[in-house]
């Protein structure tokens, strides 16, 4: 079977479409038949060797790449119950030091790690959710916010800002926005009540709605200490991306999101997709053979949306 590795660290360039062993389901895991698999930024920083350089993995002979997936389980380990050959999934991938990822024809995961893929949607859809979505979600969940309460989500047209609003909405959460102007028709679609565009004194402009400041923000854009100002003391904040996070001022506690697979979360996701709450975004679909031009395009900072190969 093929699947996408790296064996040096570098530009797209590096990039192998490899042949190897069909992987084999063990003790608790599944087998999925890749149907779709989203390219990340996490994919990027992977192959470039700036994952390893901070520490975050080890360096090995070989490296595979891809987090999301969707597709159909063709093998069952032993322990596994509440899944059968033939279910269509979607999961996540959270290990960095794997020489396998999803970006291939099969990828084995363990069953904890998936859910049942949402049944309105299609798989490349599917496939597009569950990093972005996850990362939105455990962040929401660091805040601890009741409903009612208003929560700053920057970057909030980018894949985590979306779903983040419009999981802060489905929490009873009142959304503070913030993206480029030319963002704020989508951002208000996806149910920001309020919306700040990038390039302001972003905690002049959130005190100005939300006087003495939000109760907690997601900085899915890593704006740092920009985004804190705009937090009300003792409130709280949730960097997405490590190593972005500010000083925790004025007693607001701060947190790093980090990421990880979770089967039960993924199918309230999925449940939220079903019901339209939660919009998965694809920007264009590629074949597993254009994985150099998907790393490319994703380099475009004004792609709205994720990219997913389709074996």
Request: aromatic letters at 2%; glycine letters at 12%.
């Given at each position: 079977?093929?699947?996408?590795?790296?064996?040096s660290?570098?530009g797209p360039e590096?990039?192998?479409?490899?042949e190897?062993p069909?992987?084999?389901?063990g003790v608790?895991?599944?087998r999925i038949?890749?149907?779709?698999?989203?390219?990340?930024?996490v994919?990027?920083?992977?192959?470039s060797?700036?994952?390893?350089q901070?520490g975050l993995?080890?360096?090995?002979e070989?490296?595979?790449?891809?987090?999301?997936?969707?597709g159909?389980?063709?093998e069952?380990?032993?322990?596994?119950?509440?899944?059968?050959?033939?279910?269509?999934?979607y999961g996540?991938?959270d290990?960095?030091d794997?020489?396998?990822g999803?970006?291939?024809d099969?990828?084995?995961?363990d069953a904890?790690?998936?859910?049942h893929a949402?049944?309105?949607?299609?798989?490349?859809?599917a496939a597009s959710?569950?990093?972005?979505?996850?990362?939105?979600?455990?962040s929401l969940?660091l805040?601890a916010l009741?409903a009612?309460?208003?929560?700053?989500i920057?970057?909030?047209?980018?894949?985590?800002g979306g779903?983040?609003v419009?999981?802060?909405?489905a929490?009873?959460?009142?959304v503070v926005?913030t993206?480029?102007?030319?963002?704020?028709?989508?951002?208000?679609?996806?149910?920001?009540?309020f919306f700040v565009?990038?390039?302001?004194?972003?905690g002049?402009?959130?005190r100005?709605?939300?006087?003495g400041?939000v109760?907690?923000?997601?900085?899915?854009?890593?704006?740092?200490?920009?985004?804190?100002?705009?937090?009300?003391s003792r409130?709280a904040?949730?960097?997405?991306?490590?190593g972005a996070e500010?000083?925790g001022?004025?007693g607001?506690?701060?947190?790093n999101?980090?990421?990880?697979a979770?089967?039960?979360?993924?199918a309230?996701?999925a449940?939220?997709?079903?019901?339209?709450?939660?919009t998965?975004?694809?920007?264009?679909?590629?074949p597993?053979?254009s994985?150099?031009?998907a790393?490319h395009?994703?380099?475009d900072?004004s792609?709205?949306?994720?990219?997913v190969l389709?074996?």
């Amino acid at each position: 079977m093929r699947a996408v590795v790296i064996r040096s660290f570098g530009g797209p360039e590096v990039l192998e479409l490899a042949e190897v062993p069909m992987p084999r389901a063990g003790v608790g895991q599944i087998r999925i038949k890749v149907v779709a698999a989203a390219v990340n930024p996490v994919d990027l920083h992977t192959r470039s060797g700036g994952l390893a350089q901070a520490g975050l993995m080890v360096p090995r002979e070989v490296i595979g790449l891809g987090w999301d997936v969707a597709g159909t389980i063709d093998e069952i380990g032993s322990g596994v119950v509440d899944f059968a050959v033939g279910d269509e999934v979607y999961g996540l991938s959270d290990r960095l030091d794997v020489p396998l990822g999803t970006h291939a024809d099969h990828v084995v995961l363990d069953a904890t790690a998936v859910a049942h893929a949402p049944r309105t949607v299609s798989a490349i859809e599917a496939a597009s959710v569950p990093l972005g979505a996850l990362t939105a979600a455990q962040s929401l969940d660091l805040l601890a916010l009741t409903a009612g309460r208003t929560v700053l989500i920057t970057g909030a047209a980018g894949a985590v800002g979306g779903f983040a609003v419009e999981l802060a909405v489905a929490r009873g959460l009142r959304v503070v926005a913030t993206s480029r102007a030319d963002d704020e028709a989508l951002v208000r679609k996806l149910g920001a009540k309020f919306f700040v565009p990038r390039g302001v004194r972003l905690g002049e402009a959130v005190r100005a709605l939300v006087p003495g400041g939000v109760d907690g923000a997601v900085d899915a854009a890593s704006l740092g200490a920009e985004a804190l100002d705009a937090v009300r003391s003792r409130g709280a904040f949730a960097a997405v991306v490590g190593g972005a996070e500010p000083v925790g001022l004025r007693g607001i506690r701060v947190d790093n999101t980090w990421i990880r697979a979770d089967g039960r979360q993924l199918a309230e996701l999925a449940a939220l997709i079903d019901t339209g709450r939660l919009t998965p975004r694809v920007a264009e679909t590629l074949p597993l053979d254009s994985v150099a031009a998907a790393h490319h395009r994703l380099a475009d900072t004004s792609l709205r949306g994720r990219l997913v190969l389709h074996p």
